[in-house]
């Protein structure tokens, strides 16, 4: 089962127990200060931004997220208390978003109803930070060239059209890409017009296409990691 598969279900198999939802309108900007008792977003409807600031207030973004996603804001094992795992992280309302709320509260009740979900919970926390961390570390690691490349790697494994072997179905602005990599838009788009030279990518009607996938992960080192949370 893809990470893609296993979100799918679990949010399938959350929403049975009626989690609140929550209206959010665009342009509003959630700190974790916002959440006082929130541990996970589900999003309904609409899109938000989810970024944190580092150190020197050096803003990284982790995604952009629509409907069927989740979010954590928060370490879930400890939900008796309230010390907060990611620390000054940020979401930006792109447009209004509606999402399910999972709280203290809920997890407790589910803790006594749903023992197995709680667990399926737990373990989905424990992926989505290890994804975050080999994000992260190929960002930290690579060189600006092949972390372009990462990034595109895992958005084809994310929004990958399977009709189309190597087409990203989704638009990837490049302040977007600049933001991932605490970089500037011109050095972004003098990447990939290095990397367009080279063989490596396409575009077309706005999108991505990724030529000579397997040269890219062997270039990248893909077979050494985990492809199974290479997503979003």
Same mark, same amino acid.
Do not use: W
């Given at each position: ?21 929550? %209206?959010?309108?665009?342009?509003? @900007? ?11 977003? &589900?999003?309904?409807?609409?899109? @938000? ?9 050096? %803003?990284?973004?982790?995604? $952009? ?24 992280? #940020?979401?930006? +309302? ?32 424990? @992926? ?8 992260? =570390? ?9 972390? +372009? ?18 087409? &990203? ?18 050095? +972004?788009?003098?990447? &990939? ?15 991505f296409f990724l030529e000579n996938l397997?040269?890219?992960?062997? =270039?990248?080192? $893909?077979? #050494? $990691? =985990?492809?199974?949370? $290479?997503?979003?």
């Amino acid at each position: 089962m893809t990470f893609l598969e296993y979100r799918k279900n679990l949010i399938k198999d959350i929403l049975k127990f009626n989690p609140q939802r929550k %209206e959010y309108r665009k342009g509003e @900007i959630l700190t974790d200060i916002s959440f006082s008792n929130e541990k996970i977003l &589900i999003i309904d409807k609409g899109l @938000i931004r989810y970024y944190q600031n580092f150190c020197e207030e050096k %803003e990284f973004l982790l995604g $952009c997220y629509s409907k069927e996603n989740i979010i954590i804001l928060n370490r879930i094992s400890d939900f008796l208390d309230g010390d907060k795992y990611l620390e000054n992280f #940020y979401i930006e +309302v792109c447009e209004d978003t509606i999402c399910y709320i999972i709280d203290k509260k809920f997890l407790k009740n589910l803790y006594n109803q749903d023992i197995d979900l709680h667990e399926k919970i737990l373990e989905y926390t424990s @992926i989505f930070y290890q994804k975050l961390f080999f994000q992260i =570390r190929d960002i930290k690691l690579f060189s600006m060239e092949n972390a +372009v490349l990462s990034l595109l790697i895992r958005a084809y494994r994310t929004y990958g059209n399977n009709n189309e072997n190597s087409f &990203i179905n989704h638009k990837i602005l490049n302040k977007n890409i600049a933001k991932s990599l605490n970089s500037t838009e011109e050095t +972004v788009s003098r990447i &990939i017009t290095k990397l367009k030279k080279e063989g490596f990518l396409s575009i077309k009607n706005k999108h991505f296409f990724l030529e000579n996938l397997e040269e890219i992960e062997e =270039r990248l080192g $893909c077979k #050494y $990691c =985990r492809k199974s949370i $290479c997503y979003f």
